[in-house]
Protein backbone atom coordinates (compact mmCIF):
# COMPACT_ATOMS: atom_id res chain seq x y z
CA UNK A 1 0.00 0.00 0.00
CA UNK A 2 1.49 3.34 -0.80
CA UNK A 3 0.51 6.74 1.02
CA UNK A 4 0.49 9.52 -1.85
CA UNK A 5 0.09 12.88 -0.33
CA UNK A 6 -1.38 16.11 -2.24
CA UNK A 7 1.53 18.37 -1.65
CA UNK A 8 3.48 16.05 -3.34
CA UNK A 9 1.13 15.71 -6.52
CA UNK A 10 0.42 18.95 -6.90
CA UNK A 11 4.56 20.18 -6.23
CA UNK A 12 5.43 17.41 -8.88
CA UNK A 13 3.07 18.83 -11.69
CA UNK A 14 3.96 22.20 -11.17
CA UNK A 15 7.93 21.95 -11.41
CA UNK A 16 7.34 19.04 -14.39
CA UNK A 17 5.36 22.14 -16.14
CA UNK A 18 8.22 24.64 -15.38
CA UNK A 19 10.63 22.06 -16.77
CA UNK A 20 9.02 21.15 -20.02
CA UNK A 21 8.03 25.55 -20.44
CA UNK A 22 12.46 25.49 -21.35
CA UNK A 23 13.90 22.01 -21.03
CA UNK A 24 13.37 20.30 -24.44
CA UNK A 25 13.48 16.61 -24.07
CA UNK A 26 17.04 14.66 -25.06
CA UNK A 27 15.26 12.61 -27.50
CA UNK A 28 14.12 15.52 -29.24
CA UNK A 29 17.04 17.62 -29.08
CA UNK A 30 19.16 14.45 -30.74
CA UNK A 31 16.62 14.33 -33.17
CA UNK A 32 16.58 18.24 -33.98
CA UNK A 33 20.84 18.24 -34.42
CA UNK A 34 20.24 14.97 -36.94
CA UNK A 35 17.80 17.06 -39.15
CA UNK A 36 20.54 20.25 -38.76
CA UNK A 37 23.39 17.96 -40.24
CA UNK A 38 20.44 16.26 -42.70
CA UNK A 39 19.05 19.47 -43.88
CA UNK A 40 20.51 20.78 -47.63
CA UNK A 41 17.69 23.75 -47.41
CA UNK A 42 19.13 27.19 -46.93
CA UNK A 43 15.98 28.79 -45.06
CA UNK A 44 15.32 25.38 -43.57
CA UNK A 45 18.43 25.16 -41.93
CA UNK A 46 18.57 28.41 -40.83
CA UNK A 47 15.35 28.21 -39.24
CA UNK A 48 16.39 24.88 -37.02
CA UNK A 49 19.75 26.26 -36.28
CA UNK A 50 16.90 29.24 -34.79
CA UNK A 51 15.16 26.45 -32.78
CA UNK A 52 18.43 24.66 -31.62
CA UNK A 53 20.07 27.99 -30.13
CA UNK A 54 16.71 29.29 -28.88
CA UNK A 55 16.50 25.91 -27.68
CA UNK A 56 19.58 26.06 -25.59
CA UNK A 57 19.01 29.72 -24.25
CA UNK A 58 15.84 28.43 -22.83
CA UNK A 59 17.44 25.77 -21.00
CA UNK A 60 20.61 28.30 -19.72
CA UNK A 61 17.99 30.53 -19.08
CA UNK A 62 14.71 29.03 -17.79
CA UNK A 63 12.80 30.90 -20.17
CA UNK A 64 9.97 29.72 -22.30
CA UNK A 65 10.89 28.09 -25.15
CA UNK A 66 7.73 29.35 -26.92
CA UNK A 67 5.50 31.72 -26.74
CA UNK A 68 2.61 29.75 -26.23
CA UNK A 69 3.46 27.44 -22.99
CA UNK A 70 0.22 25.29 -24.55
CA UNK A 71 -2.74 23.81 -23.08
CA UNK A 72 -1.80 21.09 -19.97
CA UNK A 73 -2.53 17.88 -21.15
CA UNK A 74 -2.61 15.40 -18.41
CA UNK A 75 -2.49 11.24 -18.27
CA UNK A 76 -2.81 9.48 -15.04
CA UNK A 77 -2.36 6.23 -14.28
CA UNK A 78 -3.63 5.40 -10.72
CA UNK A 79 -2.38 2.18 -9.14
CA UNK A 80 -5.23 -0.20 -7.78
CA UNK A 81 -3.36 -0.03 -4.43
CA UNK A 82 -2.23 3.67 -3.86
CA UNK A 83 -4.17 5.49 -0.75
CA UNK A 84 -4.34 9.13 -0.15
CA UNK A 85 -3.27 11.36 2.42
CA UNK A 86 -5.35 14.72 0.58
CA UNK A 87 -8.14 16.80 1.18
CA UNK A 88 -8.62 17.98 -2.14
CA UNK A 89 -10.36 15.47 -5.57
CA UNK A 90 -6.98 14.21 -8.14
CA UNK A 91 -8.12 17.09 -10.72
CA UNK A 92 -8.32 19.79 -8.18
CA UNK A 93 -4.62 18.71 -6.88
CA UNK A 94 -3.40 18.81 -10.71
CA UNK A 95 -5.16 22.33 -11.22
CA UNK A 96 -3.52 23.70 -8.42
CA UNK A 97 -0.14 22.27 -10.08
CA UNK A 98 -0.57 23.95 -12.83
CA UNK A 99 -2.11 27.28 -11.44
CA UNK A 100 1.35 27.69 -9.49
CA UNK A 101 3.16 26.83 -12.67
CA UNK A 102 1.64 29.22 -14.96
CA UNK A 103 2.05 32.13 -12.00
CA UNK A 104 5.31 31.58 -10.79
CA UNK A 105 6.77 34.27 -10.52
CA UNK A 106 10.24 33.35 -11.56
CA UNK A 107 9.29 32.17 -15.02
CA UNK A 108 5.87 33.22 -15.18
CA UNK A 109 4.06 31.00 -18.10
CA UNK A 110 1.14 32.70 -20.92
CA UNK A 111 -2.16 31.96 -19.29
CA UNK A 112 -3.84 30.78 -23.01
CA UNK A 113 -6.80 29.04 -21.35
CA UNK A 114 -10.21 30.81 -22.06
CA UNK A 115 -13.78 29.64 -20.29
CA UNK A 116 -16.68 29.60 -22.16
CA UNK A 117 -15.28 28.85 -25.78
CA UNK A 118 -17.97 29.16 -28.39
CA UNK A 119 -18.87 32.35 -26.87
CA UNK A 120 -17.23 35.68 -24.24
CA UNK A 121 -13.94 33.23 -24.27
CA UNK A 122 -12.87 34.98 -21.21
CA UNK A 123 -9.27 34.17 -20.08
CA UNK A 124 -8.65 32.31 -16.94
CA UNK A 125 -5.71 33.84 -16.14
CA UNK A 126 -3.84 30.92 -14.64
CA UNK A 127 -3.76 28.53 -17.57
CA UNK A 128 -6.45 26.08 -15.84
CA UNK A 129 -8.42 23.66 -16.34
CA UNK A 130 -6.05 21.07 -17.88
CA UNK A 131 -7.13 18.25 -20.17
CA UNK A 132 -7.18 15.43 -18.12
CA UNK A 133 -7.22 11.61 -18.48
CA UNK A 134 -7.04 9.23 -16.12
CA UNK A 135 -6.97 5.16 -15.72
CA UNK A 136 -6.99 2.89 -12.98
CA UNK A 137 -4.36 0.56 -13.09
CA UNK A 138 -2.82 -2.46 -10.83
CA UNK A 139 -0.05 -1.57 -8.64
CA UNK A 140 0.69 0.75 -6.14
CA UNK A 141 2.07 3.73 -7.82
CA UNK A 142 0.90 6.95 -9.21
CA UNK A 143 2.63 7.65 -12.96
CA UNK A 144 1.48 10.95 -14.05
CA UNK A 145 2.63 12.30 -17.56
CA UNK A 146 1.87 16.11 -18.51
CA UNK A 147 2.49 17.74 -21.52
CA UNK A 148 1.75 21.73 -22.72
CA UNK A 149 0.77 21.20 -25.95
CA UNK A 150 0.75 24.15 -28.44
CA UNK A 151 -2.36 25.62 -29.69
CA UNK A 152 -0.94 26.55 -33.47
CA UNK A 153 -0.38 22.46 -33.85
CA UNK A 154 -2.91 20.98 -32.00
CA UNK A 155 -5.62 23.10 -34.50
CA UNK A 156 -3.87 21.17 -37.18
CA UNK A 157 -5.03 18.01 -35.80
CA UNK A 158 -7.39 16.12 -38.14
CA UNK A 159 -9.95 13.11 -37.89
CA UNK A 160 -11.59 10.96 -40.51
CA UNK A 161 -13.79 7.66 -40.43
CA UNK A 162 -12.06 5.59 -43.50
CA UNK A 163 -13.58 2.73 -44.95
CA UNK A 164 -12.20 -0.50 -43.59
CA UNK A 165 -10.13 -0.86 -46.90
CA UNK A 166 -9.10 2.46 -47.12
CA UNK A 167 -4.83 3.42 -47.10
CA UNK A 168 -4.06 4.71 -43.67
CA UNK A 169 -0.49 5.88 -45.22
CA UNK A 170 -2.26 7.51 -48.35
CA UNK A 171 -4.91 9.30 -46.40
CA UNK A 172 -2.19 10.44 -43.60
CA UNK A 173 -0.25 12.21 -47.13
CA UNK A 174 -3.19 14.15 -48.46
CA UNK A 175 -3.59 15.40 -44.75
CA UNK A 176 -0.27 16.64 -44.16
CA UNK A 177 0.07 19.45 -47.25
CA UNK A 178 -3.54 20.66 -45.65
CA UNK A 179 -1.98 21.32 -42.80
CA UNK A 180 0.41 24.07 -44.54
CA UNK A 181 3.02 25.03 -41.30
CA UNK A 182 0.83 26.00 -38.78
CA UNK A 183 1.81 23.62 -37.06
CA UNK A 184 5.45 24.77 -36.95
CA UNK A 185 7.59 21.48 -37.96
CA UNK A 186 10.09 19.86 -38.11
CA UNK A 187 7.82 18.10 -35.00
CA UNK A 188 6.10 14.52 -34.78
CA UNK A 189 3.17 13.24 -36.22
CA UNK A 190 0.66 11.35 -33.64
CA UNK A 191 -1.63 8.81 -35.20
CA UNK A 192 -4.53 6.73 -33.79
CA UNK A 193 -5.77 4.12 -35.28
CA UNK A 194 -9.18 1.86 -34.18
CA UNK A 195 -11.76 2.56 -31.52
CA UNK A 196 -14.22 4.47 -31.74
CA UNK A 197 -13.75 8.81 -32.54
CA UNK A 198 -12.94 9.95 -29.90
CA UNK A 199 -10.88 6.61 -28.82
CA UNK A 200 -8.58 7.16 -31.83
CA UNK A 201 -7.93 10.43 -31.22
CA UNK A 202 -7.19 9.84 -27.81
CA UNK A 203 -4.29 7.57 -28.93
CA UNK A 204 -2.81 9.99 -30.89
CA UNK A 205 -2.48 12.32 -28.58
CA UNK A 206 -1.04 9.71 -26.66
CA UNK A 207 1.09 8.53 -29.18
CA UNK A 208 2.86 11.72 -28.94
CA UNK A 209 4.11 11.03 -25.40
CA UNK A 210 6.48 8.30 -26.87
CA UNK A 211 9.75 8.64 -27.73
CA UNK A 212 11.34 9.93 -30.66
CA UNK A 213 13.37 6.91 -31.86
CA UNK A 214 13.28 6.91 -35.70
CA UNK A 215 16.78 6.98 -36.05
CA UNK A 216 16.87 3.68 -34.39
CA UNK A 217 13.73 2.20 -35.78
CA UNK A 218 15.75 3.25 -39.18
CA UNK A 219 18.79 1.66 -38.24
CA UNK A 220 16.98 -1.90 -36.89
CA UNK A 221 14.43 -1.95 -39.44
CA UNK A 222 10.63 -2.47 -38.57
CA UNK A 223 9.50 -5.66 -37.07
CA UNK A 224 5.98 -5.06 -37.09
CA UNK A 225 3.56 -3.27 -39.84
CA UNK A 226 2.44 -0.72 -37.06
CA UNK A 227 6.73 0.07 -37.46
CA UNK A 228 6.94 -0.52 -41.08
CA UNK A 229 4.30 2.30 -41.04
CA UNK A 230 5.20 4.08 -39.05
CA UNK A 231 8.57 4.29 -41.63
CA UNK A 232 6.70 4.48 -44.48
CA UNK A 233 4.76 7.83 -43.65
CA UNK A 234 7.73 9.60 -42.27
CA UNK A 235 9.51 8.89 -45.77
CA UNK A 236 6.55 9.93 -47.96
CA UNK A 237 6.10 13.23 -45.23
CA UNK A 238 9.45 13.76 -45.41
CA UNK A 239 9.63 13.53 -49.05
CA UNK A 240 6.39 16.19 -49.67
CA UNK A 241 9.30 18.42 -49.30
CA UNK A 242 7.60 20.97 -46.73
CA UNK A 243 10.44 21.04 -44.41
CA UNK A 244 11.60 23.58 -41.52
CA UNK A 245 8.60 25.86 -41.05
CA UNK A 246 7.18 25.64 -44.70
CA UNK A 247 10.29 26.99 -46.05
CA UNK A 248 10.63 23.74 -48.20
CA UNK A 249 13.80 21.12 -46.80
CA UNK A 250 14.11 17.39 -46.10
CA UNK A 251 13.12 17.04 -43.19
CA UNK A 252 9.02 17.70 -41.89
CA UNK A 253 8.47 15.09 -39.45
CA UNK A 254 11.32 13.66 -36.94
CA UNK A 255 9.24 10.98 -36.20
CA UNK A 256 5.81 9.14 -37.01
CA UNK A 257 4.11 7.32 -33.74
CA UNK A 258 1.62 5.19 -34.24
CA UNK A 259 -1.19 3.47 -31.17
CA UNK A 260 -3.75 1.23 -31.95
CA UNK A 261 -7.00 -0.81 -30.65
CA UNK A 262 -9.19 -3.35 -31.94
CA UNK A 263 -12.24 -1.30 -33.52
CA UNK A 264 -15.73 -2.25 -35.13
CA UNK A 265 -15.43 -4.32 -37.88
CA UNK A 266 -17.32 -1.77 -40.44
CA UNK A 267 -15.19 1.12 -39.22
CA UNK A 268 -11.49 2.20 -39.28
CA UNK A 269 -11.16 5.29 -37.62
CA UNK A 270 -7.87 7.29 -37.88
CA UNK A 271 -6.83 10.61 -36.50
CA UNK A 272 -4.02 12.55 -36.73
CA UNK A 273 -2.29 15.18 -34.05
CA UNK A 274 1.13 16.89 -34.97
CA UNK A 275 3.66 18.15 -32.35
CA UNK A 276 5.53 21.07 -33.28
CA UNK A 277 9.14 22.62 -32.60
CA UNK A 278 8.21 23.32 -28.93
CA UNK A 279 7.17 19.48 -28.14
CA UNK A 280 6.96 19.88 -24.27
CA UNK A 281 5.93 16.68 -22.22
CA UNK A 282 7.57 14.67 -19.02
CA UNK A 283 7.01 11.29 -17.39
CA UNK A 284 7.32 10.93 -13.52
CA UNK A 285 6.31 8.44 -11.52
CA UNK A 286 5.28 8.84 -7.38
CA UNK A 287 5.99 6.01 -5.17
CA UNK A 288 4.97 7.83 -1.95
CA UNK A 289 8.43 9.20 -1.00
CA UNK A 290 7.85 12.89 -1.66
CA UNK A 291 7.98 14.87 -5.43
CA UNK A 292 9.31 13.79 -8.05
CA UNK A 293 12.80 14.61 -8.40
CA UNK A 294 13.36 16.17 -12.11
CA UNK A 295 17.35 15.95 -13.11
CA UNK A 296 18.38 19.42 -15.35
CA UNK A 297 19.66 17.60 -18.58
CA UNK A 298 23.16 18.33 -19.08
CA UNK A 299 24.13 21.15 -21.45
CA UNK A 300 26.68 18.72 -23.41
CA UNK A 301 22.89 17.49 -24.88
CA UNK A 302 22.50 20.11 -27.54
CA UNK A 303 24.73 19.82 -30.70
CA UNK A 304 27.12 22.74 -30.99
CA UNK A 305 24.91 25.07 -33.38
CA UNK A 306 24.86 28.61 -32.87
CA UNK A 307 22.55 30.92 -34.93
CA UNK A 308 23.92 33.77 -35.95
CA UNK A 309 22.65 36.46 -38.77
CA UNK A 310 23.47 35.36 -42.44
CA UNK A 311 26.25 36.83 -44.26
CA UNK A 312 23.82 37.82 -46.74
CA UNK A 313 21.11 39.25 -44.60
CA UNK A 314 19.72 42.55 -45.36
CA UNK A 315 19.57 44.90 -42.70
CA UNK A 316 16.27 46.67 -42.58
CA UNK A 317 15.27 50.34 -40.97
CA UNK A 318 11.40 50.08 -40.38
CA UNK A 319 11.07 54.11 -39.58
CA UNK A 320 10.27 56.04 -43.12
CA UNK A 321 10.05 52.42 -44.65
CA UNK A 322 8.76 52.77 -48.58
CA UNK A 323 6.80 51.08 -51.16
CA UNK A 324 9.57 51.01 -53.03
CA UNK A 325 12.00 49.69 -50.84
CA UNK A 326 9.66 47.20 -49.62
CA UNK A 327 9.06 45.95 -53.73
CA UNK A 328 13.19 45.26 -53.60
CA UNK A 329 12.47 42.26 -51.00
CA UNK A 330 12.82 38.95 -52.82
CA UNK A 331 11.23 35.68 -51.79
CA UNK A 332 13.19 33.49 -49.44
CA UNK A 333 15.99 36.74 -48.05
CA UNK A 334 16.47 36.64 -44.75
CA UNK A 335 15.83 40.28 -43.15
CA UNK A 336 17.25 42.11 -39.91
CA UNK A 337 14.47 44.48 -38.96
CA UNK A 338 15.36 47.37 -37.01
CA UNK A 339 13.10 50.56 -35.59
CA UNK A 340 10.10 50.36 -34.65
CA UNK A 341 7.57 47.65 -34.64
CA UNK A 342 3.57 47.35 -33.91
CA UNK A 343 2.19 44.23 -32.63
CA UNK A 344 -1.55 42.41 -32.68
CA UNK A 345 -3.44 39.35 -32.54
CA UNK A 346 -6.53 38.42 -33.37
CA UNK A 347 -8.65 40.37 -30.67
CA UNK A 348 -6.47 43.66 -31.29
CA UNK A 349 -7.17 43.17 -35.15
CA UNK A 350 -11.08 42.31 -34.46
CA UNK A 351 -11.55 45.75 -32.36
CA UNK A 352 -9.24 47.31 -35.09
CA UNK A 353 -11.37 45.93 -38.51
CA UNK A 354 -14.83 46.74 -36.70
CA UNK A 355 -13.73 50.50 -35.86
CA UNK A 356 -12.40 51.15 -39.61
CA UNK A 357 -15.46 49.07 -41.04
CA UNK A 358 -18.02 51.69 -39.13
CA UNK A 359 -15.61 54.26 -40.73
CA UNK A 360 -14.82 55.54 -36.40
CA UNK A 361 -11.43 56.71 -35.56
CA UNK A 362 -8.55 54.14 -34.24
CA UNK A 363 -7.89 54.57 -30.56
CA UNK A 364 -5.57 58.07 -30.35
CA UNK A 365 -1.48 57.19 -31.21
CA UNK A 366 -2.78 54.17 -32.80
CA UNK A 367 -1.60 54.59 -36.86
CA UNK A 368 -1.01 52.01 -38.78
CA UNK A 369 0.08 53.85 -42.17
CA UNK A 370 3.58 52.72 -43.49
CA UNK A 371 4.15 50.30 -40.64
CA UNK A 372 4.79 46.72 -39.75
CA UNK A 373 2.78 45.05 -37.78
CA UNK A 374 4.21 41.94 -35.70
CA UNK A 375 1.47 39.27 -35.20
CA UNK A 376 2.37 38.16 -31.79
CA UNK A 377 1.14 37.72 -27.87
CA UNK A 378 4.37 37.73 -25.82
CA UNK A 379 5.26 36.25 -22.35
CA UNK A 380 4.94 38.53 -19.73
CA UNK A 381 8.57 39.81 -18.66
CA UNK A 382 10.43 38.61 -15.51
CA UNK A 383 13.50 40.80 -14.03
CA UNK A 384 15.22 42.59 -16.60
CA UNK A 385 13.53 41.87 -19.52
CA UNK A 386 11.78 44.29 -21.80
CA UNK A 387 8.91 41.18 -22.66
CA UNK A 388 9.31 37.55 -22.25
CA UNK A 389 9.83 35.26 -25.33
CA UNK A 390 8.10 36.83 -28.03
CA UNK A 391 7.70 34.36 -31.20
CA UNK A 392 5.24 34.45 -34.20
CA UNK A 393 1.78 32.10 -33.57
CA UNK A 394 0.17 31.16 -37.26
CA UNK A 395 -0.82 34.09 -39.63
CA UNK A 396 -3.56 32.42 -41.22
CA UNK A 397 -5.78 33.66 -38.64
CA UNK A 398 -5.34 37.03 -39.65
CA UNK A 399 -6.33 36.44 -43.28
CA UNK A 400 -9.77 37.46 -42.65
CA UNK A 401 -8.63 40.83 -41.61
CA UNK A 402 -5.42 41.22 -44.19
CA UNK A 403 -7.11 43.30 -46.96
CA UNK A 404 -9.11 45.87 -44.72
CA UNK A 405 -5.36 46.33 -42.24
CA UNK A 406 -3.54 46.91 -45.72
CA UNK A 407 -6.45 48.98 -47.70
CA UNK A 408 -8.11 51.05 -44.84
CA UNK A 409 -5.55 51.25 -42.11
CA UNK A 410 -2.19 51.55 -44.92
CA UNK A 411 -0.31 49.22 -43.11
CA UNK A 412 3.39 48.51 -45.26
CA UNK A 413 3.98 44.88 -44.24
CA UNK A 414 2.98 42.27 -41.47
CA UNK A 415 5.04 39.86 -39.61
CA UNK A 416 3.58 35.97 -38.50
CA UNK A 417 4.49 32.38 -39.09
CA UNK A 418 3.35 29.76 -41.71
CA UNK A 419 1.66 30.47 -44.99
CA UNK A 420 -1.45 32.66 -45.90
CA UNK A 421 -4.56 31.86 -47.75
CA UNK A 422 -4.50 32.61 -51.97
CA UNK A 423 -6.69 35.44 -51.09
CA UNK A 424 -4.33 37.00 -48.75
CA UNK A 425 -1.10 36.83 -51.09
CA UNK A 426 -3.55 38.43 -53.83
CA UNK A 427 -4.58 41.48 -51.32
CA UNK A 428 -0.79 41.74 -50.32
CA UNK A 429 0.24 42.47 -54.31
CA UNK A 430 -2.20 43.98 -54.77
CA UNK A 431 -1.50 46.86 -52.18
CA UNK A 432 2.56 46.32 -52.79
CA UNK A 433 3.34 44.38 -49.68
CA UNK A 434 4.82 41.78 -48.24
CA UNK A 435 4.67 39.44 -45.61
CA UNK A 436 7.74 38.07 -43.57
CA UNK A 437 7.83 35.08 -41.07
CA UNK A 438 10.06 34.49 -37.94
CA UNK A 439 10.43 31.43 -36.67
CA UNK A 440 7.50 29.32 -34.66
CA UNK A 441 9.05 27.65 -31.43
CA UNK A 442 12.38 30.51 -31.62
CA UNK A 443 10.37 32.67 -29.24
CA UNK A 444 13.09 33.57 -27.19
CA UNK A 445 15.91 34.34 -29.49
CA UNK A 446 13.32 36.60 -31.17
CA UNK A 447 12.60 38.42 -27.94
CA UNK A 448 16.38 39.25 -27.80
CA UNK A 449 16.07 41.72 -30.51
CA UNK A 450 13.41 43.40 -28.30
CA UNK A 451 14.94 46.73 -27.05
CA UNK A 452 11.64 48.48 -25.63
CA UNK A 453 8.12 47.69 -25.79
CA UNK A 454 5.11 50.01 -24.41
CA UNK A 455 1.07 49.81 -24.79
CA UNK A 456 -0.13 51.99 -27.22
CA UNK A 457 -3.77 50.42 -27.64
CA UNK A 458 -6.18 48.14 -25.64
CA UNK A 459 -4.11 47.48 -22.69
CA UNK A 460 -7.52 45.60 -21.30
CA UNK A 461 -6.50 42.81 -24.04
CA UNK A 462 -3.13 42.10 -22.00
CA UNK A 463 -0.89 39.95 -24.08
CA UNK A 464 -3.36 40.72 -27.14
CA UNK A 465 -3.25 44.31 -26.70
CA UNK A 466 -1.37 46.82 -29.53
CA UNK A 467 2.53 47.61 -28.39
CA UNK A 468 5.27 49.17 -29.86
CA UNK A 469 8.33 47.25 -29.79
CA UNK A 470 11.69 49.24 -30.56
CA UNK A 471 13.75 46.34 -31.82
CA UNK A 472 17.14 45.57 -33.63
CA UNK A 473 18.16 43.34 -35.91
CA UNK A 474 15.36 41.28 -34.99
CA UNK A 475 15.68 37.93 -37.95
CA UNK A 476 12.89 37.36 -40.31
CA UNK A 477 12.71 35.96 -43.88
CA UNK A 478 10.46 37.21 -46.88
CA UNK A 479 7.92 34.83 -47.20
CA UNK A 480 5.37 36.82 -49.76
CA UNK A 481 6.95 39.48 -51.82
CA UNK A 482 5.49 42.32 -53.19
CA UNK A 483 4.82 40.96 -56.48
CA UNK A 484 3.05 37.93 -54.34
CA UNK A 485 5.34 35.17 -54.88
CA UNK A 486 5.22 32.63 -51.81
CA UNK A 487 7.81 30.42 -50.31
CA UNK A 488 5.69 28.61 -49.14
CA UNK A 489 4.51 27.33 -52.21
CA UNK A 490 8.13 27.35 -54.20
CA UNK A 491 9.91 25.99 -51.08
CA UNK A 492 8.10 22.58 -50.68
CA UNK A 493 7.55 22.46 -54.80
CA UNK A 494 11.95 22.86 -55.26
CA UNK A 495 12.24 20.31 -52.63
CA UNK A 496 9.65 17.69 -53.22
CA UNK A 497 11.12 14.19 -53.61
CA UNK A 498 14.31 14.86 -52.54
CA UNK A 499 14.20 13.15 -48.91
CA UNK A 500 16.91 10.32 -48.47
CA UNK A 501 15.19 8.45 -45.89
CA UNK A 502 14.57 4.61 -46.05
CA UNK A 503 11.91 3.65 -48.56
CA UNK A 504 10.16 1.18 -47.22
CA UNK A 505 6.38 0.51 -48.11
CA UNK A 506 3.37 -1.33 -46.73
CA UNK A 507 -0.11 -2.42 -48.03
CA UNK A 508 -2.11 -0.92 -45.29
S1 LIG B 1 6.14 26.24 -31.86
FE1 LIG B 1 4.36 27.03 -33.05
S2 LIG B 1 2.69 25.54 -32.77
FE2 LIG B 1 4.27 25.14 -31.21
S3 LIG B 1 3.57 26.22 -29.39
FE3 LIG B 1 4.96 27.59 -30.50
S4 LIG B 1 3.67 28.84 -31.90
FE4 LIG B 1 2.44 27.09 -31.16
Redesign the pocket.
Given at each position: MTVIREADVIQSVADALQYISYYHSPDFIQAMGRAYELEQGPAARDAIAQILTNSRLCALGHRP????T?IVVVFVRVGMEVRWEAEHDLESMINEGVRRAYLDPGNKLRASIVADPAFKRPNTRDNTPAVIHTEVVAGDRLEITVAAK????ENKSVFAMLNPSDSVADWVLEQVPEMGA???PP?MLGIGIGGTAEKALLLAKQSLMLPIDMAELLRRGPQTRLEELRVEIYSRVNDLGIGAQGLGGLTTVLDVKVLDYPTHAASLPVAVIPN???TRHLHFTLDGSGPALLEPPSLDLWPKVEWTAAADARRVRLDGLTPAEVATWKPGERLLLSGKLLTGRDAAHKRICALLDAGEPLPAGLDFHGRVIYYVGPVDPVGQEVVGPA????AHRMDRVTDTMLGKAGLRAKGG?AERGPQTVESIRRHHSAYLIAV??A?LLVSNAIRSSRVVAFPELGMEAVYEFEVHDMPVTVAVSADGESVHETGPAAWRGRFHGVPVTVET
Open positions: ICQDGGGGSGWCGCAAGPPPTGGA
